[in-house]
């Protein structure tokens, strides 16, 4: 037990010592640029993959494109893709985020063309019979019902892309995988405890986050207006009497 304890106290040695969390290679700046990559790639991801989730949930047309990417997702082996594009673009910045997002991609595309067609078909023959435009529909109607549906797919995205990032670090030594590298190099378990640690915490506060906002967005679309009847009083109750 004694020698357990011992042990986990070595795992935390490196996370407890204040010097590994400043500088150039501490927790905090490596926790940043994990965090650049992450909203960078999900912010270029989301640009590119909402528009077209919208055309095609709203027309109905390319609904194979987001099944061919879906599929095509699942096949990608994250670090095979991450080697071709080093090899062929060299290291740096540009393609890590490029390959992280078209990793966060298949996800948001997936989740707003099913929210936009799955919304309300009522809600939306109403809007059509009011004289509504595309646009209106699509701005007032489908995507204030989609939205929940797409926070969540940019929830899975983000905690995709947090946990692929630490790959990155193979090509550009920064992010918070660089604590695993570093650690495995030199046989200091208690600096790959602490990237995994950070990594797991990373994606934990965004999920929470990300799920919260994604809650707030599912109130605002179904508000509960439904009230329990009120038992008849009678002052409610209008008695005819015969004439």
């Known amino acids: 037990m004694v020698q357990e304890a011992a042990h986990g106290m070595n795992l935390f040695s490196y996370l407890a010592d204040p010097a590994n969390w400043v500088g150039p290679a501490g927790i905090w700046n490596l926790l940043l640029q994990h965090l650049f990559y992450t909203a960078t790639s999900v912010a270029i991801a989301a640009a590119i993959a909402i528009p077209l989730g919208i055309f095609i949930g709203h027309t109905g047309h390319g609904s194979f494109l987001v ?50 067609n799955g919304a309300d078909h009522e809600a939306v023959h109403a809007s059509r019979a009011l004289g509504m435009s595309a646009g209106q529909i699509v701005s007032k109607v489908e995507w204030p019902l989609a939205l929940p549906l797409v926070i969540s797919g940019l929830r899975s995205a983000t905690l995709q892309v947090v946990a692929t990032a630490t790959v990155a670090a193979y090509s550009s030594g920064e992010g918070l995988g660089r604590l695993l590298i570093t650690g495995n190099a030199t ?13 797991a915490a990373l994606a934990i506060v965004l999920d929470i986050l990300l799920g919260g906002l994604g809650w707030l967005a599912s109130r605002h679309a179904n508000p509960g207006r439904a009230r329990r009847a009120r038992p008849a009083t009678p002052r409610d109750e209008t008695i005819s009497q015969p004439a």
Do not use: D, K, Q
């Open 67 to 116: 099944i061919g990417v879906s599929n095509a997702a699942r096949a990608i082996p994250t670090l095979g893709l991450l080697v071709l594009v080093v090899l062929l673009l060299g290291t740096g910045v540009g393609p890590i985020i490029g390959v992280l997002a078209v990793l966060a991609l298949p996800p948001i595309l997936t989740a707003t063309a099913t929210g936009i």
């Open 187 to 199: 046989r200091n378990y208690s600096e790959m405890f602490a990237g995994a640690f950070m990594v």
